[in-house]
């Protein structure tokens, strides 16, 4: 049996082994936008999942654009240095190629970590002024953030190229922009969050145009021969949100603008933008956009659990790869295992070779 989830993949000059993608998970562990030894331990073990790819958690290009006071950065030499040690480590102990997700939090800023309570920082827990696409708050009781000059813009522009030109001399294998959940470049582009009625708003155009600049930035300092990727939303999941048809036209921009593929995810531009817990939930979207984009790789995310699951959407074209989240925090050689039902080859370290199924019984009796 061939598996489609194991066959390899090429984006730009990167070769992928197979299809599977540890998607990004913020950790709240830095101090000060610097990864800290959680990382070390964290994405050490991930990067030996047997996936082909491990996509860094959201790292913020300036220090107000972190979502909190644990968030990761990449605004400082001092993040840099710490972030290099990672990847090196990482590339030196492990098989997955690593990625970066370049974000800005905008309005979502200045919150607490999730085991805080995810509200907005309080008075007495050094909060700070966040900035948005309009002066309306992610919802109540959150802060209401500055709207944006083209000032502004034009300097967040710099922020995210400049942490592209650091993410390059790390040594990241690609780089992947956020554009999704809510945060910076997904709010200009929801209605729900842009209300602005100057050339940055208004039509579909007008609301992209602020992230578009900030993708051709990026990837004008980006050498073709490395992949340049971006996150996106497929649908807000609310009335008067961003919709399928969007998530399609976004493809079409982006690709044109340079980028070699898209991962669709959904929700979180308010507090209601929820995503179901349907299997799967977000693969129909990224169908379309696969399929109506030409050529442009798109990865589908969202309950992915199983292998037979991940397979089928591989093998169906409804996606080019496929990215989980909970199910590799749940089980770190999500891949091992998958390459074992399909009957597969995945990497593993020679220290651990012993766990093959070929030379371990134990592996067919684990069920
Ligand atoms: C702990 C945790 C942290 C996350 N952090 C990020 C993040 O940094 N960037 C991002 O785009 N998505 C983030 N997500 C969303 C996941 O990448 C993924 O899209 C979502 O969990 C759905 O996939 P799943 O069903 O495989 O978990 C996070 C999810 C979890 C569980």
Redesign the pocket.
């Known amino acids: 049996m061939t598996s489609a989830l194991f066959s390899p993949i090429r984006l730009a000059d990167l070769e992928l082994p197979n299809r599977i993608v540890v ?5 709240y562990s830095a101090a000060d936008g610097v990864a800290t030894e959680w990382h070390l331990t964290h994405l050490g073990m991930l990067a030996n999942s047997g996936a082909g790819m491990l996509v860094i ?2 790292t913020h290009v300036e220090r107000r654009g972190r979502i909190t006071h644990g968030c990761l950065g990449l605004y400082s030499d001092d993040c840099e240095a710490a972030l290099e040690r990672v990847v090196y480590h990482c590339h030196h102990i492990g098989s997955a190629k690593i990625a970066v ?1 370049l ?1 800005h939090a905008g309005r979502k800023a200045s919150s607490e970590r ?1 085991w805080e309570g995810a509200k907005a920082l309080a008075a007495n827990e050094d909060p700070w002024p966040t900035i948005g696409p309009s002066a309306v708050p992610f919802g109540p009781d959150w802060h209401t953030p500055r709207a944006m000059t083209e000032e502004d813009m034009a300097h967040v522009t710099a922020a995210f190229t400049d942490a592209a030109k650091r993410s390059l001399r790390i040594g990241f294998d690609a780089i992947e922009l ?1 554009i ?2 809510g945060y910076l470049l997904h709010s200009f582009i929801s209605p729900l969050s842009n209300k602005r009625n100057d050339a940055y708003g208004g039509s579909f155009e007008g609301r992209m145009r602020f992230p578009l600049e900030v993708v051709r930035s990026v990837r004008a300092a980006v050498p073709r021969s490395v992949p340049l990727g971006a ?1 996106i939303t497929g649908t807000d999941w609310v009335e008067g949100g961003l919709t399928g048809d969007d998530a399609v036209a976004m493809g079409k921009a982006l690709k044109a603008a340079g980028l070699d593929y898209v991962d669709i ?1 959904s929700a979180n531009i308010t507090p209601e933008s929820r ?1 179901p817990n349907d299997p799967g939930f977000n693969v129909p979207i990224a169908e379309r956009v696969r399929r109506e984009c030409g050529g442009l790789a798109g990865r589908a ?5 199983t292998a037979k699951q991940a397979e089928d959407i591989v093998a169906q074209g409804r996606a080019d790869m496929i ?7 749940d089980d770190p050689h999500w891949a091992w295992h998958a390459a074992q039902t399909l009957g597969a080859e995945v990497a593993r370290p020679v220290q651990y070779a012993r766990t093959a199924p070929k030379l371990w019984p134990g592996a067919a009796m684990r069920g």
């Not at 998607?23 to 950790?27: E, H, L, Y």
């Not at 995310?301 to 659990?305: E, F, S, Y």
């Not at 990215?323 to 925090?329: I, S």
């Open positions: 998607a990004p998970m913020c950790q958690e959201a997700q974000a999730p956020h999704a959940h996150r995810s995503w995310v969202g309950m992915i659990v990215a989980m989240a909970r199910a590799f925090l």
